[in-house]
T-cell receptor
Framework: DVKVTQSSRYLVKRTGEKVFLECVQD?????MFWYRQDPGLGLRLIYF???????EKGDIPEGYSVSREKKERFSLILESASTNQTSMYLC????????????FGPGTRLLVL | GQNIDQPTEMTATEGAIVQINCTYQ??????LFWYQQHAGEAPTFLSY????GLEEKGRFSSFLSRSKGYSYLLLKELQMKDSASYLC????????????FGTGTRLLVSP
């Protein structure tokens, strides 16, 4: 069974704080993704990584950075959290096999006050 | 540009059949996925279409027409537990396995 875990289910932070969201997958997947999900906007890709130390910007990378030092772990960093980053954050992973689905973690609901 | 359209909300009755449509206009196409997402949970994979036609999987079927930029998800013999959001996602024709998601269709199944 594929397992994607995220460090927290719920998180409350203050404006200006540095926030780390961690994602770990146990299936040796090459690709990892970070999305945010907001009502009426669907899932939007923030960053993705196709290999260790590699990263690519998604559709909404502003205000975020990522780190992938090990294959199984992909971190999303909010350098200085703002209220408009209040959202549900979902991590996903898959292999490079054509047509394979992405496997999602349970999500982190972040509230920035 | 990227544009994926789905109805925002649908309602249906237990035991009925419902069809959720998805139309897309993307810069490339390399397959279409359907996911189910219950409230507060992660999306889970339902189906994948890359060629035209119908893929059947138990109570769920998915159809694709690449020339029309159109797909639908068909749910038969609806059950209360099918109340969820259904997400349509297109894999673009890039070297990476990026997906572009629609905003999702919230399905409410009533007794």
């Amino acid at each position: 069974d594929v397992k994607v875990t995220q460090s927290s289910r719920y998180l409350v932070k203050r404006t200006g704080e540095k926030v780390f969201l961690e994602c770990v997958q146990d299936m040796d997947h090459e690709n990892m993704f970070w999305y945010r999900q907001d009502p009426g906007l669907g899932l939007r890709l923030i960053y993705f990584s196709y290999d260790v130390k590699m990263k690519e910007k998604g559709d909404i990378p502003e205000g975020y950075s990522v780190s992938r030092e090990k294959k199984e772990r992909f971190s999303l960093i909010l350098e200085s959290a703002s209220t408009n980053q209040t959202s549900m954050y979902l991590c996903a992973s898959n292999t490079r096999v054509l047509g394979e689905t992405q496997y999602f973690g349970p999500g982190t609901r972040l509230l920035v006050l | 540009g990227q544009n994926i359209d789905q109805p925002t909300e649908m309602t249906a009755t237990e035991g009925a059949i419902v069809q959720i449509n998805c139309t897309y206009q993307t810069s490339g196409f390399n397959g279409l996925f359907w996911y189910q997402q219950h409230a507060g949970e992660a999306p889970t994979f339902l189906s994948y279409n890359v060629l035209d036609g119908l893929e059947e999987k138990g109570r769920f079927s998915s159809f694709l027409s690449r020339s029309k930029g159109y797909s639908y998800l068909l749910l038969k013999e609806l059950q209360m537990k099918d109340s969820a959001s259904y997400l349509c996602a297109v894999r673009e024709d890039t070297g990476f396995q990026k997906l572009v998601f629609g905003t999702g269709t919230r399905l409410l199944v009533s007794p």
